[in-house]
């Protein structure tokens, strides 16, 4: 049982590049989640899906686009690449609204 | 809509207690407590939901004050592995789903 999986790990992108972002879970959770945390600070929410071919805008969607074909698949889209959109990116899933979360381990991005 | 956490740092020996608190401007549906170590990832420790009882295990208990839109966490005869930092996130009552972190409470618990 793996949890949630977060690929890849690392990367380093040109200011400019497009990349997406894997996030997988083998729970049967319904509801997912991409958060950014940047230094010193706390997790902000990009987009959030509660349920297959759904996805919601949140605190910070700008430059971020999602995708949510399968319940188990969530996926990040950095259309192109900005310096401000270095952090940690962590995905997140739950069972349903009263049950906590389940993060995957996260991915270090360096947008040079 | 961010929640306030406070402290923002603590720093313990080793058996010592903590409090650490969250507070709204919204009204709430949950909250939510989580431990994040150094590089890695938050961990779930609880949830208190809006009507629901006061939540915990033997040393680590939160309380939710739905009147105050206020929770908090508390952490009784500290131990070393409780070193990290602890987030709170909330849902608001207008907005489910949604679960916004505060900006997170540094503690350090030393021998």
């Known amino acids: 049982n793996a949890g949630v999986t977060q690929t890849p790990k690392f990367r380093v992108l040109k200011t400019g590049q497009s990349m997406t972002l894997l996030c997988a879970q083998d729970?049967?959770?319904?509801?997912m989640y991409w958060y950014r945390q940047d230094p010193g600070m706390g997790l902000r929410l990009i987009h959030y899906?509660?349920?297959?071919?759904?996805?919601a805008k949140g605190e910070v969607p700008d430059g971020y686009n999602v995708s949510r074909l399968k319940k188990q698949n969530f996926l990040l889209g950095l259309e192109s690449a900005a310096p401000s959109q270095t952090s940690v990116y962590f995905c997140?899933?739950?069972?349903?609204?009263?049950?906590?979360?389940?993060f995957g381990s996260g991915t270090r991005l360096t947008v040079v | 809509q961010q929640p306030v956490q406070s402290p923002q740092a603590v720093i313990l020996r080793e058996g010592e207690d903590a409090v650490i608190n969250c507070s709204s401007s919204?009204?709430?549906?949950?909250v939510h407590w989580y431990r994040q170590k150094r590089g890695e990832a938050p961990v779930f420790l609880m949830i208190?939901?809006?009507?629901?009882e006061q939540k915990g295990h033997e040393k680590i208990s939160a309380s939710f004050n739905e009147k105050k839109q206020q929770s908090s966490l508390y952490l009784t005869a500290s131990q070393l592995s409780y070193s990290g930092t602890y987030f709170c996130g909330t849902e608001n009552m207008d907005s489910s789903y949604k679960l916004i972190f505060g900006s997170g409470t540094r503690l350090l618990v030393r021998p």
């Open positions: 919204k009204a709430l549906y949950s």
């Open positions: 208190l939901l809006k009507g629901g």
């Open positions: 729970m049967n959770h319904e509801y």
């Open positions: 997140a899933s739950s069972y349903r609204q009263d049950y906590g979360y389940t």
């Open positions: 899906s509660v349920g297959e071919g759904t996805t």
